[in-house]
């Protein structure tokens, strides 16, 4: 199964700044996909990123919030931007995973804003 | 993608079986159950998938109705290290696209 490097794998940061957050795969994938994991909360997914086109966003997420790139089939990143204590949380990135028949998540960024 | 229903919590005493139900009352004939678990701080780690034939693999098996309105995910013995919340998710198999979560079932391990 596809292998997820996820980093940073946890910050603390001022409340008013941006963090971004990488997510590099071993293998190529079309689709990428980022989440959000409020604490004691189930994933929100936040958006999907496809090689070569905009993220697609979900309800209730913005591009300007949480901007994704996505130069190549292997790597993405998500920004999380001006960041508010109401975004600490844990992020993730996932690739579906044909070889498992399911999907592989990468062990999460926890990010603290104070 | 069907809604599933899953009981918020339960408990387990360790080396005992471990059934954890899953209603998906609306699946459609070409969704399949997936079971997925996140053991705390971790990223979720699949489980286990089935379209409508009882399924076993090294880690749970997997045991479908045969209305398919309904699932059961065993852990046959349970160890202090299957704590975890674990997801029932219904989605058609290798569309590609998102996966989406519910809320799951806390399962807590005893001594």
């Known amino acids: 199964s596809a292998v997820i490097s996820q980093k940073p794998s946890r910050d603390i940061c001022q409340r008013g700044t941006s963090l971004t957050i990488q997510c590099q795969v071993d293998?190529?994938?079309?689709?990428m996909f980022w989440y959000r994991q409020q604490p004691g909360q189930s994933l929100t997914l936040i958006a999907t990123?496809?090689?070569?086109?905009?993220?697609?966003?979900e309800s209730g997420f913005v591009i300007d919030k949480f901007p994704i790139s996505r130069p190549n089939l292997t790597f993405s990143t998500l920004t999380v931007s001006n960041m508010s204590p109401e975004d600490s949380s844990i992020y993730l990135c996932?690739?579906?995973?044909?070889?498992?028949?399911?999907?592989?998540f990468g062990s999460g960024t926890r990010l603290t804003v104070v | 993608d069907a809604k599933t229903t899953q009981p918020t919590s339960m408990d387990c005493a360790e080396g005992r079986a471990a059934n954890l139900p899953c209603n998906h009352s609306?699946?459609?004939?070409?969704?399949?159950v997936y079971w997925y678990r996140q053991i705390h701080s971790q990223g979720p780690q699949y489980i286990i998938h089935?379209?409508?034939n009882n399924e076993t693999n090294e880690m749970a098996s997997l045991i479908i109705t045969e209305d398919r309105k309904s699932s059961t995910l065993i852990l046959p013995h349970a160890t202090l290290r299957d704590t975890a919340v674990y997801y029932c998710?219904?989605?058609?198999?290798?569309?590609?696209?998102?996966?989406?979560f519910g809320q799951g079932t806390e399962l807590s391990v005893k001594p």
């Open positions: 996932s690739v579906e995973d044909l070889g498992l028949n399911g999907y592989t």
């Open positions: 293998s190529q994938v079309t689709m």
């Open positions: 990123a496809n090689q070569g086109s905009e993220a697609t966003y």
């Open positions: 609306t699946i459609s004939g070409n969704e399949y």
């Open positions: 089935g379209l409508k």
């Open positions: 998710i219904v989605r058609v198999h290798n569309q590609g696209g998102k996966l989406i």
